[in-house]
């Protein structure tokens, strides 16, 4: 049973339809990409997931469970963290309020003081900048900071969406590695990427989506060799 179903889903804003039945899934331990140009749906397919917006029809399974009705804040509970687009941290807080925030569903402190520990051993900046203001971060700490929050509920599946965005190259790598090292810990990863090229080399599988429709899937690498792919998304 895959970790994460999601079946014939159809989002729409008000008469516009975002998501046209689209269904795939994430089994425990793998790295799945979501790719796409702007406005293909990436987005709006993880909010839906993460129970931000409601679909018109389909499914969201998450462990056996159908959880398409449920409110955000249950499925967090569940297991389940989103790295927004855009960062989304706590601008007023400090970066060590922003990390505790991260937790608010777990009770026990000593597990959540693990997970901070463990959370400052990945991103060592956060550790040095435990008592800064999150809105004074680099974007590049910022993004790590929304990392560090996700993880700090313990998530056995973490959203990531577009964690590469308007980084500098060497910060795009950075983060990629952690990604790496972060599935290598046992999470399992949804990646939405406009990078295409950095999202398929570490994923293990893939879908491509273009307006609300999944119009190819398969293995990470074969999607990396397939020429209609290099055309549209890798610039080749």
């Known amino acids: 049973m895959a970790m994460l179903e999601v079946k014939d889903l159809e989002v729409y804003y008000g008469v516009i339809q975002a998501i046209k039945g689209i269904s795939f899934e994430v089994n ?7 790719i796409g140009a702007n406005g293909a749906g990436k987005t709006t397919t993880l909010h839906t997931v993460t129970g931000l917006i409601s679909p018109k029809k389909g499914q969201v399974i998450f462990e056996g469970k159908d959880i398409t ?7 967090v509970s569940m297991g389940m963290a989103h790295v927004p687009e855009g960062r989304r941290v706590f601008a007023e807080l400090s970066v060590y309020e ?5 937790a608010y569903t777990r009770k026990d402190k000593t597990e959540i003081e693990e997970s901070l520990q463990n959370v400052y051993k990945r991103f060592p900046r956060l550790e040095e900048r435990k008592n800064q203001m999150a809105g004074t971060l680099s974007g590049g ?10 993880l700090m509920s313990k998530p056995k599946l973490i959203l ?17 590695d952690i990604i790496r090292s972060v599935s290598e810990s046992g ?4 990646l939405v990427e406009q990078n295409a090229k950095k999202a398929l080399a570490i994923a293990d599988r893939a879908y491509v989506l273009e307006t609300g429709n999944i119009v190819l899937e ?9 020429d209609s792919i290099k055309k549209a998304y890798l610039g080749e």
Do not use: C, Y
């Not at 425990?28 to 979501?34: C, D, R």
């Not at 700490?141 to 996700?150: D, I, K």
């Open 187 to 190: 999470t399992t990863v949804l």
């Open 98 to 102: 922003n990390l505790k925030m991260g």
């Open 141 to 150: 700490e910022q993004q790590m900071l929304a990392m560090g929050r996700a």
């Open 28 to 34: 425990q331990g793998e790295v799945i990409a979501l």
């Open 218 to 226: 398969g293995r990470a690498k074969d999607l990396l060799e397939d």
């Open 69 to 75: 009705k449920l409110p955000a804040h249950k499925i």
């Open 160 to 176: 990531m969406d577009e964690p590469s965005m308007g980084l500098s190259p060497i910060l795009v790598n950075e983060i990629f």
